[in-house]
């Protein structure tokens, strides 16, 4: 069963850091680009970071640019991904959802280039 199991969430002051972490449970993952979508209350989904499949050229949206970082890690049966935030600010507030992407560019993709998805895990960013 293809999974993706997120951790890492919760509630931060500003200017502090969260570390996100995404676990894809089957071999396939390992072809696959990766990123980090974020929705707000109210707002679109769009995609903060993302990943080649080989882990390199990495995307980020320009309001996380200097602030995020994203990682990959393929092992032989498993891909670890993961997303350093730091310097939160309260506009960073969402939930974060891990995706594995059939397709990736380097200006990004929107959500429809995803075929699997995360639970998503909350990030709250308090003043």
């Known amino acids: 069963q293809v999974q993706l199991v997120e951790s890492g969430g919760g509630l931060v002051q500003a200017g502090g850091s969260l570390r996100l972490s995404c676990v894809a449970s089957a071999r396939t993952f390992t072809s696959y680009a990766m990123g980090w979508f974020r929705q707000a209350p109210g707002k679109d989904r769009e995609l903060v970071a993302g990943?080649?499949?080989?882990?390199?050229?990495?995307?980020?949206v320009d309001s996380v640019k200097g602030r995020f970082t994203i990682s990959k890690e393929n092992g032989e049966n498993t891909v670890s991904l993961q997303l350093q935030m730091n310097g939160l600010k309260l506009e960073d507030t969402a939930v974060y959802y891990c995706?594995?992407?059939?397709?990736?560019?380097?200006?990004?993709?929107?959500?429809?280039?995803?075929?699997?998805w995360g639970q998503g895990t909350q990030v709250t960013v308090s003043s």
């Open positions: 995706a594995a992407l059939r397709w990736f560019g380097s200006n990004g993709v929107p959500p429809s280039a995803a075929d699997y």
């Open positions: 990943v080649h499949w080989t882990g390199d050229r990495p995307y980020y």
